[in-house]
């Protein structure tokens, strides 16, 4: 049986059930789901029983997932973060990032002789199969996602020459294809549904027999956070975000709120971003936090909630989520060699 990750730890958070206060009461509602999806659990994970297997230095490409304080926790066990490849001393373990590389960067390991271990989340890795695909059936991709985002990247390497980047709605009226008959869309994980959703409905008038990807390319998790901020923001004077500023759906879930109704949203990295000028005049503060936020991030802010007053944080849950990925193949065969080592 393949192994499963176990939830990572964090703090546990003492909430009460969803209960609407009065009106002009003070309530903070907090969000869930929210924080760690399978395929960051699955990467901090990898990471944590890569130094375990292999012991310290494991170097890792980019940061594994796109939290600052998730990032150090790891540096301060061994882990060594490098921006590419030639960074890493040839021989040594390397582990690429929750969002993907390109075939390139696969080579380029195998050329340095470097032990890799693929963190990519299989979400993620469904989108780089799909793009391979498209790309053998002859048809040009337009990819929808930010530029410079390792997803985009990573993605947009399974088919340069047949890939372009569509990064919004806007940019759809300047496109030039080949061949408007061979077309596909596909997207990052981490978008904006609503706005992946106009994007898509913008190239779909302007080329009709745009081909679908199989299934969306946007993850649960993200679909799942957007949702949930959607239902607290509703009715939030107030809705503070957890995570860090290149976290693309922790600022994706800023945008949302302020869309579904919120008065106000911020994002913080942790409780000493937030600026206590934002409480001015506010009674009800939503708290959610993006898909690569430890709990323990999201304690901190409530422990800040509580200190100014407001009363003890209710749930509002939109709904369960299960999933859990295996770890890495190369990872699970490294761990079976060093127990039996023992």
Known sequence: MAETPAASPSATLDLLPAAPAPAGEKQVVVAAPRGYCAGVDRAVITVEKALEAY???????????????????????????????DEVPPGSTVVFSAHGVSPAVKAEAVERGLQAIDATCPLVTKVHHEARRFAREDREILLIGHAGHEEVEGTMGEAPERTTLVQSPADVDTLEVKDPSRLAWLSQTTLSVDETLETVGRLRERFPQLLDPPSDDICYATTNRQAAVKQIAAHSDLVIVVGSANSSNSVRLVEVALEAGAKAAHRVDNA?????AWFDGVASVGVTSGASVPDNLVRGVLDLLVERGYPTAREEKLTEESLVFALPPELRRGLKRSVKGD
Do not use: M, T
């Open 55 to 85: 012991g310290a230095p494991v170097y890792v490409r980019k940061q594994i997932v796109h939290n600052r304080h998730v990032v150090e926790d790891l540096a301060a066990r061994g882990a060594v973060f490098v921006e590419e490849l």
């Open 272 to 276: 000493g971003e937030v600026d206590l």
